[in-house]
């Protein structure tokens, strides 16, 4: 049986207001290593907030997040900062590259806020790099790379820090057909070659299509998980 | 990377950061220029009176800073004759000149005004100040003409009076009597202080002690080598001073002159605090447009793990490099203009009036003065370092997810 990376056990978000709207209404959820998951559904179903949370970016109302074993809702907003560091990769739908770092720097950034020396920095900037597809493109800009080649770039980027899981968010939503598949191709031969756990949060068919297990959300809740 | 990272965010908008750079360096600029002007105008002047009338220290007796009468005479000839000898023991001296002061009158022809009359021995002050130079018509008591008198320029258009002109001096002898002589006038001066030109007048010390019979000693003017530690120099002159004398460096001699010397210290700094308040809110509001337009890039950088204190350390540096690229520049500029305008001089010489009355003259050569050059640096390292704390902190306020979102 694979280990479990996330468990999240009777989650709940509820943004006061007014009329109280409750983003994520009693979500229970294990995902295991290796896993490439989808979480579906439409605008406002609580898909991104529940990413989100799991990531460490957003504070449940209530229920508990189990990270390896660890509740991440229990940390402290320093300790968060920490715990996304050095298990948690992101790809966010709009790149979010450091515009004025080649390709390189970008992906080595990260490792250089986890203390990692140079050399490795470099050499692992490369090798990652060279696994998307973007060899011979290093020292590229992301404003001289096309949207497909800035995600992938974001990819390798949040596989630098060696995560314990990569979340993405709506990652295909500013990609043509061509750049999505091949972004996809990357990500499964990452999943399958390394293990690597992916989290999506998606309304893409193209991506829900690929993926092999997919979790339907509606109104903040389960209500379909299915895999393939 | 962090310094790379904030060296290429400053170019990210080449036009604006040119436009905070160039303020940043306009303002080092004018800052200088204003220190190197303010020296030029008060060291000029202070040099002048130090050279033509306080020397750099004046010994008195008590009773004279008290009430400057003929009577308050700093000793006997021989006790003068021994001071004169113990100040020029300290190797720091340069010389001495001994001098009578008299409140009398002036008279000529047509008018007659209250005059301070100083009586000096025209040898020692040809060695020890720079009256002679302050000639601008006849000369300095050279030729041996009994009774002759140099006065200043203006008094001299006051009185309506030339070369070679009589007038008649009238003064208070030590015991109180009142003396009358005739005397010609065979030098005008002038200096930068036309207020001085106007109420002094020059006599030799050996016409006014055959005039009133009483060879009398009223100060002793003091030479140094250099106008350096003068404060520390006339402490030491002070311990070994007999009873009764008291040596006074020129800024208390001259308490306005002094009291200039000090305030333009303040000014400067004032001025430069303003100056450098202007940038700070220059720079401030150049950091809060970066962060505003890279709030995402922050948010995806908090969210991927840059901890508060490496987002500020980030923020600080490329704020302070905002300050190390302008800084030099804005220096070297001062240095340059303040290097071209000691050559050329700024010729103030519509407000020549004016500047005379204050002692200035017209034309301002600027000083460079290094240890403002520090100063200015320090100033614009802490003025950077302010400038970043509050668009650091809007920056560690952002909220990673709605950052990221763009909202």
């Known amino acids: 049986m694979s280990k479990t990376v996330i468990e999240v056990r009777d989650l709940f978000k509820v943004y006061e207001g ?33 990413l989100n949370m799991l990531g460490g970016l957003d504070y449940p109302t209530s229920g508990s997040i189990l990270v390896g074993g660890k ?4 940390l402290g907003e320093n300790e968060l900062i920490d715990f996304r560091l050095r298990n948690i990769g992101f790809v966010f739908q709009a790149y979010n590259l450091i515009p004025v770092l080649s390709a390189t720097e970008n992906v080595s950034f990260i490792m250089l806020l986890q203390n990692r020396p140079k050399e490795e920095r470099e050499e692992r900037a490369r090798q ?11 020292d590229k800009r992301p404003g001289q790379l096309s949207g497909g080649q800035q995600q992938r770039v974001a990819v390798a980027r949040a596989l630098a820090s060696k995560p314990q899981f990569v ?15 091949n972004l996809l191709d990357i990500m499964l031969k990452l999943n399958k070659e390394e293990g690597m756990t992916f989290v999506f949060a998606t309304h893409d068919d193209r991506v829900i299509n690929r993926a092999r297990r997919v979790v339907a959300i509606s109104d903040g809740k389960v209500i379909s998980d299915t895999s393939k | 990377m962090i310094f790379k990272i904030a060296w290429r965010n400053i170019w990210r908008s080449k036009v604006r950061s040119l436009v905070v750079l160039t303020s940043i360096a306009l303002g080092i600029w004018a800052g200088l220029l204003i220190i190197g002007f303010s020296f030029g105008m008060n060291n000029e002047r202070t040099a002048a009176a130090i050279g033509s009338t306080l020397g750099h220290s004046q010994v008195h007796s008590s009773s004279f800073l008290e009430e400057p009468t003929s009577a308050a005479v700093l000793g006997s000839a021989a006790e003068v004759q021994a001071m004169e000898e113990l100040l020029q023991k300290a190797s720091f001296v340069k010389g001495v000149s001994t001098r009578a002061i008299m409140m009398g009158m002036v008279s000529a022809p047509k008018s007659a005004r209250g005059v301070r009359m100083i009586a000096v021995d025209p040898e020692s002050e040809r060695v020890n ?13 050279e030729s041996k003409t009994r009774n002759s008198v140099i006065i200043g320029q203006k008094l001299a258009d006051k009185l309506g009076l030339g070369l070679r002109k009589k007038v008649v001096l009238t003064f208070q002898d030590a015991d109180g009597n009142i003396s009358r002589a005739s005397f010609r006038i065979t030098g005008i001066y002038k200096t930068l202080n036309a207020t001085w030109d106007e109420l002094n ?14 060879d009398l000693v009223h100060e002793i003017m003091v030479r140094y080598d250099e106008t350096e530690n003068t404060e520390e120099k006339t402490a030491e002159l002070s311990a070994a001073m007999p009873e009764g004398a008291t040596i006074l460096s020129w800024k208390r ?14 000014m400067l700094v004032l001025v430069l605090g303003i100056i450098m308040m202007a940038l700070l809110f220059g720079i401030i509001n150049n950091m809060l447009m970066a962060i505003l337009e890279r709030r995402r890039e922050l948010g995806m950088l908090m969210a991927v793990g840059m901890n508060k204190r490496k987002l500020f350390a980030m923020i600080l540096v490329e704020t302070l490099m905002l300050g190390f690229v302008a800084g030099p520049v804005g220096i070297l500029l001062g240095d340059l203009s303040i290097r071209v305008m000691m050559g ?11 500047l005379a009355n204050m002692g200035i003259q017209s034309i301002i050569y600027p000083e460079i003065v290094p240890e403002y050059y520090l100063i200015v640096a320090v100033m614009v390292v802490v003025t950077a370092l302010l400038a970043s704390l509050y668009p650091a902190y809007k920056a560690l306020k952002l909220n990673p997810v709605q950052a990221i979102r763009g909202e």
């Open chain 2, 253 to 266: 001699n001259s308490p306005e002159l002094g009291y200039a010397d000090d305030m333009m210290g303040i």
């Open chain 2, 201 to 214: 007048l020059y006599i030799k010390r050996s016409d006014l002690a055959k005039t009133i019979g009483q």
């Open chain 1, 167 to 181: 979340l993405a968010d709506e990652p295909t939503a500013n990609l043509d057909s061509e750049s999505t598949a």
């Open chain 1, 71 to 74: 509740d991440i809702t229990s």
């Open chain 2, 129 to 141: 100040s720079n009256l002679p130079e302050t000639i601008v018509e006849g000369d300095f008591f």
């Open chain 1, 128 to 138: 990652l790099l060279q696994s998307v597809g973007l060899a011979g493109k290093e």
């Open chain 2, 344 to 354: 050329v001089g700024i010729d103030l010489t519509s407000k020549k009036e004016g």
């Open chain 1, 18 to 50: 007014a009329v109280p709207v409750k983003a994520v209404n009693g979500i229970s959820l294990r995902i295991t290593q290796g896993e490439f998951t989808a979480l579906k559904g439409p605008s406002g179903c609580g898909k991104t907030t529940l």
